[in-house]
């Protein structure tokens, strides 16, 4: 791995964030290990991790492209795309569903005016569904920015989304 800053078109790293990588790697018998941790790193850096992106990984960690996209697109929790400042995730997997998720997601589109998957005119919101939030007994579920709300209703949602409008936390 090079720790020179690494650049692909307009994605890179820091010269500390590099650092930091490469202290990771040190961490693993192989640089692939690393590739998860510092999928995690792009997306917190850029918000997303683009196709760009994908490729500096590659670089830096020494893989091939193709290694790097099989988690990216594996994994719910990597974005390829940018979201709203709040991201909405619903889970609706079958104990969520047949708790009101469904229902739940289609609340949250009316309220905001976008459709699953699109991001509010303000870029504060992004709605999406998730397989499973592995939460079942707190369903529905909803995941905002990795913090996870149990038996959220539509009264709830409301509540969170006046809130964060306010300057309120999520």
Same mark, same amino acid.
């Given at each position: 791995?090079?720790? *020179?800053?690494?650049?692909?078109?307009?994605?890179?790293?820091? *010269?500390?964030? %590099?650092?930091? =990588? /490469?202290? %990771?790697? !040190?961490?693993?018998?192989? /640089?692939?290990?690393?590739?998860?941790? $510092?999928? @995690?790193? #792009?997306? &917190?850096?850029?918000? @997303? =991790?683009?196709?760009?992106?994908? !490729?500096?990984?590659? &670089?830096?960690?020494?893989?091939?492209?193709? !290694?790097?996209?099989?988690?990216?697109?594996?994994?719910?929790?990597?974005?390829?795309?940018?979201?709203? !400042? @709040?991201?909405?995730?619903?889970?609706?997997?079958?104990?969520?569903?047949?708790?009101? #998720? *469904?229902?739940?997601? /289609?609340?949250?589109?009316?309220?905001? +005016?976008?459709?699953q998957g699109e991001t509010t005119a303000d870029g504060l919101f992004t709605i999406a569904e998730v397989e499973c939030? +592995?939460?079942?007994?707190?369903?529905?579920?909803?995941?905002?920015?990795?913090?996870?709300? &149990?038996? $959220?209703?539509?009264?709830?949602?409301?509540?969170?989304?006046?809130?964060?409008?306010?300057?309120? /936390?999520?």
């Amino acid at each position: 791995m090079s720790t *020179d800053a690494v650049s692909s078109q307009e994605v890179r790293f820091s *010269d500390e964030r %590099l650092s930091e =990588i /490469a202290e %990771l790697v !040190k961490r693993y018998p192989g /640089a692939q290990s690393a590739l998860m941790p $510092v999928l @995690y790193m #792009a997306q &917190e850096d850029f918000g @997303y =991790i683009s196709m760009d992106a994908q !490729k500096m990984i590659a &670089e830096v960690l020494g893989l091939r492209l193709m !290694k790097v996209r099989e988690v990216v697109t594996f994994y719910t929790m990597f974005k390829e795309q940018p979201t709203g !400042k @709040y991201l909405l995730e619903v889970c609706t997997n079958a104990g969520c569903m047949l708790n009101g #998720a *469904d229902e739940l997601v /289609a609340h949250m589109c009316e309220t905001l +005016g976008i459709k699953q998957g699109e991001t509010t005119a303000d870029g504060l919101f992004t709605i999406a569904e998730v397989e499973c939030a +592995g939460a079942c007994a707190g369903a529905p579920v909803v995941q905002v920015n990795n913090t996870y709300h &149990e038996k $959220v209703t539509a009264a709830d949602m409301d509540a969170l989304i006046t809130r964060v409008r306010d300057g309120g /936390a999520a």
